[in-house]
């Protein structure tokens, strides 16, 4: 009986046989080399090569850029049948759609789409209503890279019919879904390790986005910002090689044009009219930073709304059925639709000069942010990204509008602004600031927005975390109790030594001890003390005690020695292994404490210096966070 009190009582660490010969690193034994090599056996049977997973992303690229294709594709099928009942799938987004030959009954059309959505949503696939990140985000973080395979084949149809017929949302959301999904399927075909398989999930969300976008560079900083836990040589080929592919595949079939085509820009110059510029564009960004803190609050206050509405169908049908008349009210108006699908063409309007009005461009950044609210509050799929290049480029636009109505003496670019405000919106809204930097640059090939842009970003991001600490992604998912890390931190305590993380406040003592003795001479202390047990000048076990266990039995009498109680399972590491490796070792071997020996050879009693346990691990990854700015 008492065995079983003193192995609850004294939590103790793994196994080590001593007294072998150490052949790897100082103070490891033979036994200690057999069973590492048994736990890397078993690892390394699933665990894949570098070069065979860069094999397997090669794949996945080349398959997401063809899904990409077909997905535009299928986009312009539907637009075409929904907006004038013609059976092509010529489309060029970036144009505005001709008046519909439905006349007023295009306010149907989106009505339409939402049912067909929510059909294909609710008896399929829920994963696939919304924009889309924020699932893949939750099966990186939170389901071991899982996504259903049904979900790309879902995704493309669901979102495909939500902008075809108008819905207010992007193409990117659904392609990163749809690349995810297939990376996700990928890892669970072949056996691989989590993390592998979360390496390929974060491949096929930036192969997606570089295909839709024709953003090589841009598709790998959106899967190292918002999709990879860790980034490494191992990590980062992959997704380099991944996105190259599906960027590639998308310029044979689409072209190598960029996504936006914007007249040359006169160069930022180096007098003092340029400091007055960058000023003008910081003030920018921080209006952006407003704006993206409204949309992120203004989307999720739209889903409460419509989550009151009783019937999946009603409220998706109300929602678009208000998007249609908004469209339509704004065809009558001014002679085009505007809100409908991704809102390229309005784009490229600003960025070409041609929409140029103040109170328009506010009236239309108005008019998407409820738009897009609108279509995904009511239960729409499709993504964010573009709607946030829309308000950006009608609020950098009329920014600069209203600056040329003040008559400063300087020249004001709106084309320029409209870019810079595209990728502070973007910025502000998603918390991915070097993917809108990136990005931007490459959807317009336009190198001198670059400082500015970096500015605005930056200063974007730092006014939306004042007024909301959660990015659009990442509220979505706090609200459901499932909080996504908000950096990537290096965990700089794993470069120190075992001799630098270790508890040096140790006793070694020998096997023979009485374990009453031991009590008695410790009494009083009531702390935990680390015991590292000697037989025959070998170390032999562990123990952790509680020294105050004395207390609770002081009428009793154990006859137990050291020996008796000490757990075999630990693992020996040398005083100059780095804090990583044995953290490693003690998670190969399932042990929670770690001997610290110094010297060369067979560890014996004199050159135990330590123990470092998990909690020693915990505390110094803990010491290592301090240094970074919350």
Same mark, same amino acid.
């Given at each position: 009986?008492?065995?079983?009190?003193?192995?609850?009582?004294?939590?103790?660490?793994?196994?080590?046989?001593?007294?072998?010969?150490?052949?790897?690193?100082?103070?490891?034994?033979?036994?200690?080399?057999?069973?590492?090599?048994?736990?890397?056996?078993?690892?390394?049977?699933?665990?894949?090569?570098?070069?065979?997973?860069?094999?397997?992303?090669?794949?996945?690229?080349?398959?997401?850029?063809?899904?990409?294709?077909?997905?535009?594709?299928?986009?312009?099928?539907?637009?075409?049948?929904?907006?004038?009942?013609?059976?092509?799938?010529?489309?060029?987004?970036?144009?505005?759609?001709?008046?519909?030959?439905?006349?007023?009954?295009?306010?149907?059309?989106?009505?339409?789409?939402?049912?067909?959505?929510?059909?294909?949503?609710?008896?399929?696939?829920?994963?696939?209503?919304?924009?889309?990140?924020?699932?893949?985000?939750?099966?990186?973080?939170?389901?071991?890279?899982?996504?259903? $395979?049904? *979900?790309? %084949?879902?995704?493309? /149809?669901?979102? @495909?019919? +939500?902008? &075809?017929?108008?819905?207010? !949302? =992007? #193409?990117?959301?659904?392609?990163?879904?749809?690349?995810?999904?297939?990376?996700?399927?990928?890892?669970?075909?072949?056996?691989?390790?989590?993390?592998?398989?979360?390496?390929?999930?974060?491949?096929?969300?930036?192969?997606?986005?570089?295909?839709?976008?024709?953003?090589?560079?841009?598709?790998?900083?959106?899967?190292?910002?918002?999709?990879? $836990?860790? *980034?490494? %040589?191992?990590?980062? /080929?992959?997704? @380099?090689? +991944?996105? &190259?592919?599906?960027?590639? !595949? =998308? #310029?044979?079939?689409?072209?190598?044009?960029?996504?936006?085509?914007?007249?040359?820009?006169?160069?930022?110059?180096?007098?003092?009219?340029?400091?007055?510029?960058?000023?003008?564009?910081?003030?920018?960004?921080?209006?952006?930073?407003?704006?993206?803190?409204?949309?992120?609050?203004?989307?999720?206050?739209?889903?409460?709304?419509?989550?009151?509405?009783?019937?999946?169908?009603?409220?998706?049908?109300?929602?678009?059925?208000?998007? &249609?008349?908004?469209?339509? !009210?704004?065809?009558?108006?001014?002679?085009?639709?505007?809100?409908?699908?991704?809102?390229?063409?309005?784009?490229?309007?600003?960025?070409?000069?041609?929409?140029?009005?103040?109170?328009?461009?506010?009236?239309?950044?108005?008019?998407?942010?409820?738009?897009?609210?609108?279509?995904?509050?009511?239960?729409?799929?499709?993504?964010?990204?573009?709607?946030?290049?829309?308000?950006?480029?009608?609020?950098?636009?009329?920014?600069?509008?209203?600056?040329?109505?003040?008559?400063?003496?300087?020249?004001?670019?709106?084309?320029?602004?409209?870019?810079?405000?595209?990728?502070?919106?973007?910025?502000?809204?998603?918390?991915?600031?070097?993917?809108?930097?990136?990005?931007?640059?490459?959807?317009?090939?336009?190198?001198?927005?670059?400082?500015?842009?970096?500015?605005?970003?930056?200063?974007?991001?730092?006014?939306?975390?004042?007024?909301?600490?959660?990015?659009?992604?990442?509220?979505?998912?706090?609200?459901?109790?499932?909080?996504?890390?908000?950096?990537?931190?290096?965990?700089?305590?794993?470069?120190?030594?075992?001799?630098?993380?270790?508890?040096?406040?140790?006793?070694?003592?020998?096997?023979?001890?009485?374990?009453?003795?031991?009590?008695?001479?410790?009494?009083?202390?009531?702390?935990?003390?680390?015991?590292?047990?000697?037989?025959?000048?070998?170390?032999?076990?562990?123990?952790?005690?509680?020294?105050?266990?004395?207390?609770?039995?002081?009428?009793?009498?154990?006859?137990?020695?050291?020996?008796?109680?000490?757990?075999?399972?630990?693992?020996?590491?040398?005083?100059?292994?780095?804090?990583?490796?044995?953290?490693?070792?003690?998670?190969?071997?399932?042990?929670?404490?770690?001997?610290?020996?110094?010297?060369?050879?067979?560890?014996?009693?004199?050159?135990?210096?330590?123990?470092?346990?998990?909690?020693?691990?915990?505390?110094?990854?803990?010491?290592?966070?301090?240094?970074?700015?919350?």
């Amino acid at each position: 009986m008492f065995r079983g009190i003193t192995k609850g009582a004294f939590p103790m660490a793994e196994s080590e046989t001593s007294g072998v010969k150490h052949e790897t690193s100082p103070g490891t034994t033979e036994n200690d080399v057999a069973a590492q090599h048994v736990a890397q056996d078993h690892d390394q049977s699933f665990r894949l090569s570098v070069l065979y997973l860069s094999a397997l992303a090669l794949v996945l690229g080349i398959v997401t850029g063809v899904g990409a294709v077909l997905f535009r594709d299928l986009i312009g099928l539907l637009h075409n049948l929904f907006f004038n009942g013609t059976f092509t799938i010529a489309y060029d987004a970036n144009v505005f759609t001709a008046p519909s030959r439905w006349g007023v009954f295009i306010i149907a059309a989106p009505v339409v789409g939402a049912v067909v959505v929510t059909f294909l949503v609710s008896n399929f696939a829920p994963e696939a209503k919304g924009h889309g990140v924020p699932e893949v985000m939750d099966a990186i973080y939170h389901r071991e890279g899982k996504i259903r $395979p049904i *979900v790309a %084949v879902v995704k493309s /149809l669901a979102s @495909a019919v +939500a902008i &075809g017929s108008g819905s207010s !949302v =992007g #193409r990117e959301g659904p392609i990163i879904q749809i690349g995810s999904a297939l990376g996700s399927t990928l890892g669970q075909i072949i056996r691989m390790p989590i993390g592998q398989r979360i390496v390929l999930v974060a491949a096929g969300a930036g192969a997606g986005i570089a295909a839709t976008f024709n953003t090589p560079i841009g598709g790998v900083m959106f899967a190292i910002e918002l999709m990879m $836990p860790e *980034v490494s %040589v191992s990590t980062f /080929l992959p997704v @380099a090689i +991944a996105t &190259g592919a599906a960027t590639f !595949v =998308g #310029r044979w079939f689409i072209g190598q044009q960029p996504a936006f085509l914007v007249p040359p820009l006169q160069a930022l110059t180096t007098d003092s009219s340029a400091v007055v510029l960058l000023l003008l564009y910081t003030a920018l960004g921080a209006m952006t930073g407003v704006a993206a803190a409204a949309f992120i609050h203004g989307l999720h206050l739209a889903e409460d709304w419509f989550e009151k509405i009783p019937g999946r169908y009603t409220r998706h049908i109300v929602g678009m059925l208000f998007l &249609g008349l908004l469209m339509y !009210v704004l065809f009558v108006s001014f002679g085009q639709y505007y809100v409908d699908g991704v809102g390229y063409a309005t784009i490229e309007s600003i960025l070409v000069g041609h929409t140029a009005s103040l109170w328009l461009l506010a009236l239309l950044f108005a008019c998407k942010l409820i738009a897009t609210s609108t279509s995904l509050g009511a239960g729409s799929s499709g993504g964010i990204f573009s709607p946030s290049l829309f308000m950006g480029a009608t609020l950098g636009g009329g920014f600069a509008a209203f600056l040329h109505m003040l008559g400063l003496p300087i020249q004001i670019s709106i084309p320029a602004f409209a870019m810079v405000g595209m990728g502070a919106m973007v910025g502000g809204g998603t918390g991915a600031v070097m993917t809108a930097i990136t990005m931007t640059f490459e959807m317009t090939r336009e190198y001198d927005i670059v400082m500015p842009m970096i500015l605005a970003v930056a200063t974007s991001v730092g006014v939306r975390r004042l007024l909301s600490r959660e990015n659009i992604y990442t509220l979505k998912l706090v609200r459901r109790g499932r909080p996504i890390p908000k950096a990537l931190h290096a965990n700089m305590f794993l470069v120190r030594h075992a001799r630098e993380v270790m508890d040096s406040d140790i006793l070694v003592l020998q096997a023979e001890q009485s374990f009453d003795e031991f009590l008695r001479q410790h009494e009083g202390e009531g702390r935990l003390r680390h015991v590292v047990v000697i037989k025959g000048s070998h170390v032999f076990g562990v123990i952790r005690i509680n020294t105050g266990l004395r207390r609770g039995l002081a009428d009793t009498h154990t006859g137990v020695c050291l020996g008796d109680i000490a757990n075999r399972d630990f693992t020996i590491v040398g005083t100059e292994m780095t804090a990583s490796d044995v953290i490693e070792r003690m998670w190969r071997k399932n042990a929670f404490m770690a001997v610290v020996v110094s010297g060369q050879g067979i560890p014996r009693e004199t050159d135990v210096v330590g123990v470092v346990t998990k909690e020693h691990v915990a505390n110094s990854v803990a010491d290592g966070l301090k240094i970074y700015p919350r």
